[in-house]
Nanobody
Framework: VQLQASGGGFVQPGGSLRLACAAS????????MGWFRQAPGKEREFVAAIRWSGASTYYADSIKGRFTISRDNAKNTVYLQMNSLKPEDTAVYYCAAGEIRTFYGSYYSKYNYDYWGQGTLVTVSR
């Protein structure tokens, strides 16, 4: 599957952005989807994930209550709505897909995801 992330940009603290990740190549509903982010000089970290059916979602504590992950299997797209953005949210955001037939363990682990998008930069600053 190929993943194309979009929607990043520059926003002031307190603002909002909506990221989208469009998938192509295979049946989108065969994948659990996740968003990760990587700030300069830091490890890539988990942000949010959603089960293949959309029935369950998972969030990092640092963004819980501010970000919402969703998916539209008919459009082969996963979204990340980001509200109340903070400067510490500045990072390159990556979407990732994990095949459900081989997906074991934690949704929070980057090692469970098989495919990655190219990343989209989010900058939160005055």
């Amino acid at each position: 599957v190929q993943l194309q992330a979009s929607g990043g940009g520059f926003v002031q603290p307190g603002g909002s952005l909506r990221l989208a990740c469009a998938a192509s190549g295979r049946t989108f509903s065969s994948y659990n989807m996740g968003w990760f982010r990587q700030a300069p000089g830091k490890e890539r970290e988990f942000v949010a994930a959603i089960r293949w059916s959309g029935a369950s979602t998972y969030y990092a504590d640092s963004i819980k209550g501010r970000f919402t992950i969703s998916r539209d299997n008919a459009k082969n797209t996963v979204y990340l709505q980001m509200n109340s953005l903070k400067p510490e949210d500045t990072a390159v955001y990556y979407c990732a897909a994990g095949e459900i037939r081989t997906f074991y363990g934690s949704y929070y682990s980057k090692y469970n995801y098989d495919y990655w998008g190219q990343g989209t930069l989010v900058t939160v600053s005055r």
